[in-house]
């Protein structure tokens, strides 16, 4: 079976990697009233976090339409302000760790690739992924999924998807790769769970853990 000693270990970016969370609230609240909209307060955002992303759009009260415009005008203005985004505090270390340790690893997110690229450089982590697949849209993210698995000629089987929201989850579950679940992105466990991740975690430092436990179990 392709990989199986070396696991392909596939990052979201946004939320994931990346705390363009802060950001993305902050220019939605900029621009709410463009859209007809309110602005977020920190309690709506606590909420929001709790529900998978139809049950979010039903209470912000936003079409599908609109809201794959929305996110597009919110993706080109953190472009502008990308220098000013952090990675989550311990997440470059447990990347840096999970290549030493020899696992595969890449990149799918809807953010671009010049984001990305000059982000991941920033943080000198360049070296430690294979491939970037950018620019997937706000639902699509099951057949890029797929895509990459052909590309990197990969068994399902052989790869973990690690996301912060439930589509991601739910992305990895119709494609048939095992999931884990980052609960310091857009969704909390109070959504994630509902998805059924094969894991679930709090803190980046518990990412090579999982990471191991999934090679062990594949290499069974």
């Known amino acids: 079976m392709t990989g199986a000693a070396h696991p392909l270990l596939i990052f ?3 939320g994931t990697l990346a705390n363009t969370i802060d950001t993305g609230v902050e220019i939605y609240n900029e621009i709410a009233e463009e859209y ?3 602005p977020f307060t920190r309690e709506d955002v606590r909420e929001l976090r709790k529900l ?17 415009k929305l996110a597009a005008r919110i993706r080109k203005e953190i472009h502008n302000r990308m220098d000013e985004v952090e990675m989550f505090p311990g997440a470059a270390e447990a990347i840096r760790t999970l290549h030493e340790d020899g696992f595969r690893m890449g990149i799918l997110s809807s953010n671009s690739t010049e984001n990305i690229s000059s982000f991941i450089d920033r943080f000198g982590l360049q070296h430690c992924f294979e491939f970037v697949e950018a620019g997937v849209s706000l639902f699509g993210k099951s057949k890029r999924l797929q895509k990459v698995l052909k590309e990197q000629d990969v068994d399902s089987g052989n790869v973990l998807y690690i996301g912060d929201e439930t589509r991601d989850m739910e992305a990895a579950r119709k494609s048939q790769v095992s999931a884990l679940a980052v609960c310091w992105g857009a969704n909390e466990r109070e959504a994630m769970v509902t998805e059924g991740p094969a894991y679930c975690i709090e803190q980046p430092a518990e990412l090579v853990g999982c990471a191991e436990q999934f090679r062990e179990a594949i290499t069974v």
């Open 12 to 14: 979201d970016f946004d």
């Open 36 to 38: 007809g909209l309110e």
């Open 52 to 68: 998978n992303i139809r049950a979010v759009l039903d209470r912000i009260g936003i079409s599908k339409l609109k809201a794959i």
